[in-house]
């Protein structure tokens, strides 16, 4: 059994920078790719971000692009969300998923998740 764990979520004013993290345990991921969605309140889940096993193809949402990076460390078993330049709108829920999928923005694609870190943005 695959479990995610999400951590690194805070307060943070417009502008700055937030690292989240998602540390895998349990079963070995394999080559599964991994991703990050976020929901706010109100709103619908929403993908962010998605990486390959490997690292070498990333895929992001317009609304991030050039502004958060993916990236993981298999040796580790964990994968990365850099977030700089926040704005209000990135306030939301973050959550990690994984499964033996390639790249998809689709959240149905994903057959483990975690349980979230909360992402706050203050003007």
């Known amino acids: 059994q695959v479990q995610l764990v999400e951590s690194g979520g805070g307060l943070v004013q417009a502008g700055g920078s937030l690292r989240l993290s998602c540390a895998a345990s349990?079963?070995?991921?394999?080559?599964?790719?991994m991703a990050w969605f976020r929901q706010a309140p109100g709103k619908e889940r929403e993908f962010v971000a998605a990486?390959?096993?490997?690292?070498?193809?990333?895929n992001y949402a317009d609304s991030v692009k050039g502004r958060f990076t993916i990236s993981r460390d298999n040796a580790k078993n964990t994968m990365y969300l850099q977030m700089n330049s926040l704005k209000v709108e990135d306030t939301a829920v973050y959550s990690c998923?994984?499964?033996?999928?390639?790249?998809?923005?689709?959240?149905?694609?994903?057959?483990?998740w975690g349980q979230g870190t909360q992402v706050t943005v203050s003007s």
């Open positions: 998923a994984t499964g033996p999928t390639n790249i998809e923005t689709s959240p149905r694609r994903y057959a483990y």
């Open positions: 990486i390959t096993w490997g690292g070498r193809s990333t």
């Open positions: 349990g079963r070995t991921l394999g080559f599964w790719a």
